[in-house]
């Protein structure tokens, strides 16, 4: 699925000259793996930070970077750059090439291409805190966003420079989901932000041992990656599981159903959440702080209570309900009549029920048959992968959230 996202798609990556260009090597090797197609400029300065030859041995194409050179102009030309590729990326988009592409310049090869194109730009910021601060920084930002240049970071932590602050460049993972985001063919869910819950939580008895279920989390990822595949800005709230993370998704990896909550309404405001993990319903009141020995009194007893209900918390939500709030219900007996008076109690939108008896094989498996209600309407659909539901899922959530047409909250 990940790599189909990027499969046979050009991307231009202008590299200019900060010491994160160390981290678009690693953002090209990530995008090859996907199966995109990389070519390099960089600017004299980027030159300083990493050699030409680790980005063309990684991006496999010669680097471009001299708008004066006879054999690159002969070869290729500036325009010829920006007209073969699909999106053009600046990592990392420093605060002199930011200033330069606000103005129009056309001082070097990087800006000159930046100048003759009309096709998408994504940058990824990277300098000091100070100079990410500066008025004429941000002016210059708010400039490029006008233009519909769209921008994946800086985040804040150590920087080079010996400051802590904003102005770190993005991690190549999230400068990868942002060019996933903006290259989906089907983008109407850009501009939206969704959150998922997917997989099992795990409820400590004590340090090594818990209580948690089968669930294998394929069909919360496949989802999320439906969603993002869409243009959503999507975070993923996930117990363990094996599932890859999707491209163009920001995991966060809990472990208990409470960490799950925080870390969902953390995630707030969102347009949709789709709440698929399998939630423990209960948890040791107290987990051991050692582990538990057998002390020759016979097992230990465990008392249980319950954890809080994630889908309920956030259907209840009063200011920052989202837009859309899904349920599942993991059934094994009157499936879409635990279903409906399921959506009423927890007060959710839709809910998509499953049947999870032993024989159907959907737990673990890759297959599910869905029936999907809202409110008293209730849809069959055909058995189809975890993959398919996803994506017809996310269809149906794009198709309501374009059309306005939401429900009053239940
Ligand atoms: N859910 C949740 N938090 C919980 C329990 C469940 O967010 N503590 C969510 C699940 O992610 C799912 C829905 O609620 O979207 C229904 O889960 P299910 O296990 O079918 O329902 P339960 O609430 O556990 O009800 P019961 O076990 O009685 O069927």
């Known amino acids: 699925m990940e790599g189909e996202l990027l499969e046979g798609r050009r991307i231009l990556l202008i590299i200019a000259g900060g010491i994160a260009a160390y981290k678009s090597l690693e953002l090209i090797r990530r995008l090859r793996e996907r199966g995109a197609a990389v070519r390099c400029v960089m600017t004299e300065a980027a030159r300083q930070f990493v050699t030409p030859l680790s980005v063309s041995s990684l991006s496999e194409d010669k680097v471009y970077g001299d708008l004066w050179s006879l054999t690159d102009e002969s070869e290729m030309g500036h325009i010829r750059l920006s007209r073969e590729a699909d999106l053009l990326v600046v990592a990392p988009a420093t605060a002199d090439l930011i200033a330069r592409m606000a103005m129009g310049l056309a001082d070097d090869l990087a800006a000159t291409t930046l100048l003759a194109s009309d096709k998408p730009v994504l940058i990824a910021p990277a300098m000091n805190a100070m100079m990410w601060a500066h008025p004429a920084t941000q002016a210059n930002l708010a400039t490029l966003a006008a233009r519909g240049v769209m921008r994946v970071g800086p985040g804040s932590g150590d920087l080079a420079c010996g400051e802590v602050g904003f102005g770190r460049m993005a991690e190549p993972a999230d400068i990868l989901a942002a060019i996933v985001r903006a290259l989906a063919p089907d983008r109407r869910l850009a501009g939206r932000r969704a959150l998922v819950t997917s997989g099992p939580t795990r409820e400590p008895i004590d340090p090594v041992r818990y209580l948690s279920n089968h669930s294998s989390g394929k069909q919360g990822h496949a989802i999320a990656a439906a969603l993002a595949a869409l243009g959503a800005e999507t975070v993923l709230v996930s117990g363990p599981t094996q599932e ?64 809080p209900d994630i889908l309920a918390s956030i259907a209840g939500r009063h200011n920052d309900r989202p837009l859309l709030v899904i349920g599942f219900a993991a059934e094994t007996e009157n499936v879409v009549a635990n279903a409906r008076a399921k959506r009423k109690r927890k007060g959710c939108d839709w809910i998509l029920a499953n049947d999870v008896s032993p024989g159907t094989g959907t737990f673990g498996g890759d297959r599910n048959t869905i029936h999907m209600v809202d409110g008293d309407l209730v849809e069959d659909w055909p058995v189809m992968s975890k993959i398919e539901v996803a994506a017809r899922l996310a269809d149906r959530i794009a198709e309501v959230l374009q059309s306005g047409n939401l429900a009053p909250h239940r």
């Open 244 to 307: 890859p993370t999707p491209a163009g998704v920001r995991l966060v990896a809990v472990e208990t159903a409470r960490q799950m909550l925080e870390a969902s309404e953390a995630a707030l405001p969102v347009d949709v959440a789709v709440m698929a993990a399998a939630v423990s319903d209960w948890r040791v009141d107290t987990a051991a702080g050692q582990k538990l020995k057998k002390d020759g009194k016979g097992p230990p007893s465990l008392r249980l209570v319950e954890n």
